[in-house]
């Protein structure tokens, strides 16, 4: 199984530029998550989905920050416009039911 | 009410030790409680989850223990190797609830590095 795939893995940016994060979750997964994880605050849940319908973006920082699934295979993060206190690792998780949640690599993102 | 707190920030082990993280929620929903593993560059992985019907949990060298009147729950790593050196993650959710209630709320992180 190939499991979560996220690109890309670095991304470099400057401020005010628009990122976009994509996540293709494992065949099957009915649930996606997206996080974000920095020294300062852990693991913080940003958005979740269910059947490819938003459930819960009450983690969603502020209007910059969107996310879309299209569909089954595949989510997106977008922020827009970026900021530096955005550069974090950004992964992506799924899962069937109430099952293990299995993370992605993680995207890091710089904004300089 | 949705916190798990988790300590201590790092740790250092010999190897051979006993490494020991702990973790304390006050949802007393939560009826999930896995710790993951994250080396660095990786996302975090399952390594054992428990529910609170038993009071521990043993698989190879990784035990979990939970109290639940005490609301805590720890992390025994038995016979510490230096490939276990990663960061650990405890979670709880309430996964009798579902949807958003059965998401995974995260501890900060514990940095165990093993030494030779």
């Known amino acids: 199984d190939a499991g979560v795939i996220q690109s890309p893995r670095h991304e470099v940016t400057e401020m005010g530029q628009e990122v976009t994060l994509r996540c293709k979750p494992i065949?099957?997964?009915?649930?996606l998550f997206w996080y974000r994880q920095t020294m300062m605050r852990g693991l913080e849940l940003l958005i979740y989905f269910n059947n490819n319908v938003p459930i819960d973006d009450s983690g969603m920082p502020e209007d910059r920050f969107s996310a879309k699934m299209p569909n089954a295979s595949f989510s997106t993060l977008k922020i827009q416009p970026s900021e530096p206190r955005d550069s974090a690792v950004y992964f992506c998780a799924s899962r069937t039911g109430v099952n293990e949640q299995f993370f992605g690599p993680g995207t890091r993102l710089t904004v300089l | 009410q949705q916190q798990v707190k988790q300590s201590p920030q790092s740790l250092i082990v010999q190897k051979g030790g006993i490494s020991i993280i702990n973790c304390a929620y006050e949802n007393t929903a939560f009826d999930y409680f896995p710790w993951y593993q994250q080396f660095p560059g990786k996302g975090p992985a399952l390594l054992i989850a428990?529910?609170?019907?038993?009071s521990e949990k043993k698989e190879g060298r990784f035990t979990i223990s939970f109290n639940k009147s005490a609301k805590q729950f720890s992390l025994h790593i038995m016979d510490s190797q230096p490939g276990d050196s990663a960061t650990y993650f405890c979670?709880?959710?309430?996964?009798?609830?579902?949807?958003?209630?059965?998401?995974?709320?995260f501890g900060k992180g514990t940095k165990l590095s093993v030494k030779p």
């Open positions: 979670a709880a959710s309430s996964e009798y609830y579902g949807g958003s209630q059965g998401n995974l709320i």
């Open positions: 428990i529910r609170p019907d038993v």
């Open positions: 065949s099957g997964h009915n649930s």
